[in-house]
């Protein structure tokens, strides 16, 4: 038993490292968009981290943790940077400053072959980073997430949420809300980037580009942006469902395709809506307010 | 949670299957290359088909006695998380002896660690960057780097138009281009050749006026363009547009050998040069089959991506006759590596002590809209 256990996850410890990681990502997400902001910035951040984390463990040697902290440190400190001017930006124009934000990094990355080595990346990165570490990050982000939710901060987010010239009319400072859950995205961003880097021996500029902000983006979307585990049971979602359509080659892509579509469509508030939808039928609840009510866009 | 639960099933049904008797071995080998998702594609469909022909062929043959070889297919779509997920469970659940792949050298520097670590053997068709085989002893190509070619082709142009000077030209945003330029760059440097002028452009550009214009200007006795197929052609016939006469050789890397390449440069293609390991019309007998078997299965042509890939199947079934199966690693790999003149599509083909591919390198030139081997002028 315990031999098949051993194999079992050395067959599939990859995935479950992947689905740690991009629920980590999907969090730092989750805080961008509980504040309507739509970042495609995640593959700047992610960048950042990833290319300051490898730096400071091989070229000086500074142990993980401190190269992981420095990487998420590096994602805040841009994301306070492009953030305080862009936040004042709303919708569409928000959107496609993270998405330049993102061009810029990746364009450095291709060009910096001192730092970045270019095209070519960086390979034989030591692999430093454990399941162990992902699931601590997760867990801990899932606790602050969770806190924060039930305090005056989460409620005066969710006040945002639903409209943000009222939610400033009430008292609540918009911009520097949306301003620290940027950064707090960032630093999660920046972190997951650390920890990717060190987890498949090589990374590439072409590995933290606007496809990778964009599936950053689907993972809350899809599990849904209001309830707390929706992030998790997307990334989850997305991660897996590759591997496990794999008995079709062909039709893989297709399916994929077809089942995202399927949940926007009949769960237009993230395939954790089923749940929520059969609670609410049991009891009225005293659900948030930020949830109870449809959003129209913006 | 469905689909944990299930594989956890599928773990433990392989997990109980023992290993049949060493005579009539079921040999289990994975190919791994990327059928979907992206230009990627065009190379990996070509070594998934060659290695499957190869597969149905050895084992028609009956080449390892009563052994079978069982080939896994999987598609990573270019990606390289999926070619970690595929090479954890081809190694570890299925217990593959040999994986064939991957497609592109990104996922290989993720990917072949694991199977070096668990001393599987990889043997990769189409990973052209510089340190893939050094990643570890248990992992050989059958495709050059592009310095196994490209320096046979410079002595060549440098004899035939008495070359002084040239300017290289390079795509930095891609592995493939970025590599050839080094390459180049050194080979240029090794024949004492001057390097005028540099430019640059990023993969998908469609004007190059401003670079050649520059180009143009220093002069050179020769052009070098470290491209892909569709920037080399359109570098080509901008660089006859804007008046580089026909008596500046322009040189390619090994990744622009396609028949799209020719197709698009139309007639300032002509005299295109290029290195290869391969080519259609390679006068062999085992290419001539190669070309025939190829073609009649798959009713297209293969490329020399496919030739690699057909061959790093044949290096592997003479390695497992020699090794008397695939029980000891060890052994396995040794004969791997012992691999000395296999008669191959691409003429006689072994493995260096850094386990890297020697062929004959071949210098084609662009003649009627074809790649045709310059000895045959």
């Not at chain 1, 995640?42 to 401190?66: C, D, N, Q, R």
């Not at chain 1, 090589?202 to 496809?211: E, K, S, Y």
């Not at chain 2, 009956?62 to 598609?75: N, T």
């Not at chain 2, 197709?263 to 290419?287: F, I, K, P, Q």
Request: glycine share 10%; hydrophobic share 50%.
């Amino acid at each position: 038993m315990n031999a098949a256990v051993a194999q079992f996850i050395a067959s599939y410890s990859n995935i479950i490292d992947l689905c740690l990681l991009n629920s980590l990502i999907a969090y730092g997400l989750f805080l961008a968009l509980s504040a309507n902001m739509f970042s495609l910035a995640t593959g700047g951040f992610m960048a950042l981290g990833a290319y300051s984390s490898v730096y400071l463990t091989m070229e000086l040697g500074l142990p993980f943790a401190p190269a992981v902290l420095a990487g998420a440190i590096c994602g805040a400190a841009a994301a306070a940077l492009i953030g305080a001017p862009v936040l004042r930006l709303r919708g569409d124009y928000f959107m496609l400053a993270t998405f330049g934000f993102t061009e810029v990094v990746r364009v450095i990355a291709l060009n910096w072959d001192s730092f970045t080595g270019g095209a070519l990346g960086i390979v034989s990165i030591p692999r430093y980073t454990q399941t162990w570490h992902l699931v601590l990050a997760l867990i801990v982000m899932v606790y602050v997430v969770h806190t924060l939710r039930g305090s005056y901060f989460g409620r005066a987010i969710a006040a945002i949420k639903q409209d943000d010239v009222v939610a400033q009319t009430m008292g609540v400072n918009v911009f520097a809300y949306r301003l620290s859950l940027f950064v707090a995205s960032g630093f999660i961003c920046g972190m997951a980037g650390a920890f990717a880097a060190h987890l498949n021996y090589f990374i590439g500029p072409g590995d933290f580009g606007l496809v990778r902000s964009v599936d950053a983006l689907t993972y809350p979307i899809l599990g849904g942006v209001n309830a707390l585990a929706g992030p998790v049971v997307g990334a989850v979602f997305t991660t897996i469902l590759p591997e496990a359509l794999r008995f079709s080659n062909q039709l893989r892509e297709i399916l994929m395709g077809a089942l995202v579509v399927a949940v926007v469509l009949y769960l237009p508030d993230g395939a954790l809506s089923v749940l929520k939808l059969r609670r609410r039928s049991g009891k009225s609840g005293s659900g948030k307010v930020a949830t109870a009510t449809p959003r129209t866009k913006q | 949670m469905k689909y944990v639960a299930l594989s956890a099933c599928v773990a433990l049904a392989v997990a109980s299957i023992t290993p049949a008797a060493a005579a009539d071995e079921q040999i289990k080998v994975g190919i791994v290359q990327a059928t979907s998702g992206g230009s990627a594609a065009l190379y990996g469909t070509m070594g998934k088909n060659a290695a499957l022909l190869a597969i149905d062929e050895i084992n028609g043959s009956g080449m390892l006695g009563a052994s079978k070889l069982v080939p896994i297919y999987e598609d990573d779509a270019g990606d390289r998380g999926q070619a970690v997920n595929i090479f954890q469970r081809l190694i570890f659940q299925e217990k593959v002896s040999v994986i064939f792949g991957p497609t592109l050298a990104t996922s290989a520097f993720a990917a072949d660690p694991i199977a070096q670590k668990a001393q599987v053997l990889v043997i990769a068709n189409s990973n052209t960057a510089p340190g893939i085989t050094a990643m570890g002893d248990f992992i050989f190509r059958t495709s050059p780097p592009e310095a196994g070619v490209f320096p046979g082709v410079l002595r060549y142009a440098k004899k035939k138009f008495n070359l002084k000077t040239a300017a290289q030209i390079y795509g930095i945003d891609d592995t493939l281009m970025k590599t050839a330029y080094g390459v180049h760059k050194k080979a240029l440097e090794d024949e004492g050749i001057k390097i005028v002028d540099t430019e640059t452009f990023q993969k998908g550009d469609v004007d190059y006026s401003a670079q050649l214009t520059k180009i143009k200007g220093a002069n050179p006795d020769a052009i070098v363009i470290g491209g892909l197929a569709e920037e080399s052609a359109n570098i080509v016939r901008q660089a006859r547009q804007l008046g580089i006469p026909q008596s500046v050789p322009i040189m390619g890397a090994v990744a622009s050998i396609s028949t799209k390449m020719a197709e698009l440069g139309g007639a300032a293609a002509e005299g295109y040069l290029v290195g290869s390991t391969w080519y259609m019309s390679y006068d062999a007998a085992r290419n001539k089959s190669f070309v025939e078997a190829y073609r009649k299965r798959y009713n297209s042509d293969p490329d020399s991506f496919a030739a690699q890939g057909y061959t790093a199947v044949y290096a592997f079934a003479d390695a497992v006759k020699r090794a008397g199966g695939v029980g000891d690693v060890k052994k396995l790999r040794d004969a791997v590596a012992a691999t000395k003149n296999l008669d191959s599509p691409m003429g006689p083909f072994s493995f260096d002590t850094d386990r890297e591919p020697v062929i004959d390198p071949k210098v084609l030139a662009v003649k009627d809209g074809k790649f045709t081997p310059v000895t045959n002028e």
